[in-house]
């Protein structure tokens, strides 16, 4: 048989292209479970340290309903946190711990370090500078105790 | 013999087709009437199974617009809630910052997508534009056949 022939047949492109989609498709797998895993983690903390966090049981004095984070959206499923970034209004600043609350009404403790950019507009600013109300985007990491390490703080006009 | 008492006399028919038949002008059909009448009878079938499936394409795009409708108002909403907006607006305000903390920057743009909600508006829009492409073939095929049975109709007066 004609290599050539088998090799620009039908068949074999079908095979590569079926390749190519089932590879995209165990990426994407992949790349779900990573972000819905690390979601959950921080999810999980995040409910475990309120009391810490924020000083009062998550529920409330009088037991108020679930928040969004742990509530089920009819499209989405489970609504787990962000773990690597909001965007939010500061409400609260205390030392190096910035309290935003988000745009699904959740606080979320943001630890700034000695590394943590900020920016606003062309220029940079300390943590001094930061202010309640100020609108401000936090990209950072996650860590155990369902805060965001902040590494990069946008100050939004 | 005693013949008034026969009511009837069997004749074989035979004999007087002629006179019997005489009246009736004998009827040639035109040549190709045969092939014309077949060709006829699979133009209204092709005709029919035309018809049936663009009904099928028209219910099966009803509801993807009607499923595209709901996934794009949900999707518009949920991304309005997200922080996608906000995250995006970074690699144009704060590209070295993107860079410089790119693997952060990523899983916060990947846990801001409505994940499922971006699945189903995709597979809707994809679905629609399949079902509109099938619905312009098969019009197509159906005015073709229409065209061909009126020229049928009237090309042998």
Redesign the interface.
């Known amino acids: 048989m004609n290599i050539n022939k088998i090799v620009q047949s039908k068949v074999i492109i079908v095979i590569i292209v079926a390749i190519f989609e089932l590879a995209f498709l165990a990426g994407a797998f992949n790349?779900?479970v990573r972000?819905g895993y690390?979601?959950a983690r921080f999810s999980y903390a995040w409910g475990e340290y309120y009391d810490r966090n924020f000083g009062g049981p998550r529920r409330g004095i009088f037991g108020a309903p679930e928040g969004p984070a742990f509530g089920r959206s009819a499209?989405?499923?489970p609504a787990f946190m962000?773990?690597?970034?909001?965007?939010g209004s500061v409400i609260k600043i205390d030392g190096d711990t910035v309290i935003i609350k988000?745009?699904?009404n959740m606080e979320r403790v943001i630890l700034i370090s000695g590394e943590t950019?900020i920016?606003k507009f062309k220029g940079t600013l300390r943590k001094e500078d930061l202010k309640v109300n100020d609108k401000i985007?936090v990209?950072?990491?996650p860590n155990e105790q369902g805060q965001i390490i902040a590494?990069?703080i946008?100050v939004?006009p | 013999m005693h013949r008034q008492g026969v009511l009837f006399i069997l004749r074989p028919m035979q004999e007087d087709k002629e006179q019997t038949f005489g009246y009736i002008n004998p009827i040639r059909p035109k040549r190709g009437l045969f092939s014309r009448i077949i060709r006829r009878l699979g133009l209204e079938e092709k005709l029919r199974s035309v018809k049936r499936n663009l009904g099928l394409f028209i219910a099966a795009f009803i509801f993807f617009a009607a499923l595209f409708g709901a996934a794009f108002v949900v999707l518009k909403q949920l991304t309005a809630e997200s922080n996608l907006g906000p995250f995006l607006s970074l690699i144009f305000s704060d590209p070295q910052a993107v860079l410089k903390y790119w693997d952060s920057f990523a899983l916060s743009i990947l846990e801001s997508i409505p994940g499922f909600t971006a699945f189903v508006f995709l597979l809707s829009t994809a679905f629609l534009l399949l079902l509109i492409r099938s619905i312009i073939l098969y019009f197509g095929k159906l005015l073709s056949i229409i065209k061909s049975i009126r020229k049928q109709r009237y090309e042998h007066k």
């Not at chain 1, 962000?82 to 965007?87: E, K």
């Open positions: 790349l779900g972000v690390h979601k499209f989405e499923g962000n773990a690597h970034g909001i965007f988000g745009a699904d950019q920016n985007i990209i950072g990491d590494k990069f946008r939004m």
